[in-house]
């Protein structure tokens, strides 16, 4: 199961299911864009389409809140000590959870397969190693030309 562990230092669960479909396009979050952007073989459209799937900081916050929503009633959190304890760690350890968790929801489709096959990095461009551009700089300088 998925999980991730916010500033405050409580941890949280994450389990997708039919249930939480329509709470989370009522706040933005649509898991068929998200899951969809994989068939996308270019890499900059994907991540195009990636971007606007999961939205900003605070539109992942929220569909994060409506996962956990209920274990947050269980342990007296209220919606803004939850969203209040998301820092920069939070939002990236929150989010790899959260795709994580989409692709346990549906393990059988491209999303899943491409985390299997090259890790959850590898369709999180909120999250992927940035291709520094010093790295084309040095076969395409004129000083390296000849």
């Excluded at 009633?73 to 998301?86: H, I, P, T």
Aim: net charge negative.
């Amino acid at each position: 199961m998925a999980k991730f562990t916010d500033a405050a230092g409580r941890e949280w669960r994450l389990n997708i299911t039919a249930g939480d479909l329509a709470p989370l396009l009522d706040v933005g979050f649509d898991i068929d864009m998200v899951a969809g952007a994989y068939v996308f073989e270019d890499e900059a459209f994907h991540d195009q389409v990636m971007r606007m799937a999961i939205g900003s900081p605070k539109k992942r916050a929220e569909a994060l809140w409506v996962l956990c929503e209920k274990q947050a009633e269980k342990e007296g959190v209220s919606k803004d000590a939850f969203l209040c304890a998301f820092d920069g760690s939070t939002n990236k350890t929150a989010t790899r959870a959260l795709f994580e968790a989409i692709a346990n929801f549906s393990p059988d489709g491209l999303f899943s397969q491409a985390i299997q096959a090259n890790g959850i990095e590898s369709v999180i461009p909120a999250i992927r190693p940035a291709t520094s551009p010093s790295d084309d700089s040095a076969t395409n300088s004129p000083a390296s030309a000849g």
